[in-house]
Every structure is written in C-alpha cells, then in structure tokens.
C-alpha cells in the first residue's frame, strides 16, 4: 500500500486495530469500536492505540 502524504493515518486490521498515536481518534469511531465491537482501547508505548477485538 503506498501512502501519498506522511499527514495521513493508517490504520490496520487483524483481531484489532493499530492507529498511529500523532493522530487522535474521533470520538464516534471510539463509540463504534467500544460499542458496536465491544473493543478494549490500549495505548501501548510503541506509539500505536491498540484495540482488541476477540470475535
């Protein structure tokens, strides 16, 4: 995946989902992850939010 401009979150999804903490998480995705996944949010100290998502 290429990524055009260094200003841009990516975010990835494998049993959870990584966000680079320079961004910050809109409040409405965090009530979606909570909510509707039932997802606990970590910050973890490898600069990465951290949401686990065991189905």
């Given at each position: 995946m290429e990524v055009k401009s260094k200003r841009c979150?990516?975010?990835s999804f494998?049993?959870?989902?990584?966000?680079?903490c320079r961004f910050n998480l809109r409040p409405s995705y965090e009530?979606?992850?909570?909510?509707?996944?039932?997802a606990?949010?970590?910050n973890t100290?490898?600069?990465?939010?951290f949401f686990l998502y065991c189905p």
């Amino acid at each position: 995946m290429e990524v055009k401009s260094k200003r841009c979150p990516l975010l990835s999804f494998v049993y959870g989902v990584w966000l680079d903490c320079r961004f910050n998480l809109r409040p409405s995705y965090e009530a979606i992850v909570k909510g509707y996944y039932k997802a606990e949010i970590r910050n973890t100290k490898i600069f990465f939010f951290f949401f686990l998502y065991c189905p």
